[in-house]
């Protein structure tokens, strides 16, 4: 593949494709550190100090992980758009239109093929509303 300004999809593609690759390695980079912190668990007698204590690095702690689920999406998006710019193969235009000639078309005879009997369906009969049997109940009383 020769890379050459007449090849601009191929070119494009190449850059774009590196881009998500570097945006999907710096997101797996920043999760690594991320998962580095280590974690406290909070303990207290007193309910309503603890979730005010574990509030905010829980807040921070979804928006870091929403951060890196953004960049992650967004260089995988940039990866899979610029794969199929690297693969295309350029063709010229003017190569592959081909001015289509008219054919000169030979007399045939045709032969009358017998058509087949049309068969005409019939449609099924509508049904009905379904009729209800009412059963009697057994005479338990009788012996």
């Excluded at 690095?57 to 953004?70: D, E, N, V």
Aim: aromatic residues 6%; glycine residues 6%.
């Amino acid at each position: 593949m020769q890379l050459n300004i007449k090849n601009k999809p191929q070119l494009t593609g190449i850059t774009i494709l590196f881009v998500g690759v570097a945006l999907l390695v710096f997101t797996f980079i920043n999760a690594y550190l991320f998962l580095q912190n280590p974690f406290s668990i909070i303990a207290s007698s007193d309910l309503a100090r603890v979730f005010g204590q574990a509030l905010a690095p829980l807040i921070q702690a979804s928006i870091h992980l929403m951060y890196l689920g953004i960049m992650g999406w967004i260089g995988s998006l940039l990866t899979v758009r610029g794969i199929p710019l690297v693969t295309h193969r350029y063709i010229s235009i003017a190569k592959t239109v081909k001015i289509a000639q008219p054919r000169p078309q030979a007399k045939r005879a045709h032969k009358q093929v017998p058509s087949e009997p049309k068969t005409q369906l019939t449609p099924e009969p509508k049904l009905g509303e379904p009729q209800a049997i009412l059963i009697p109940p057994q005479n338990q009383g009788e012996e």
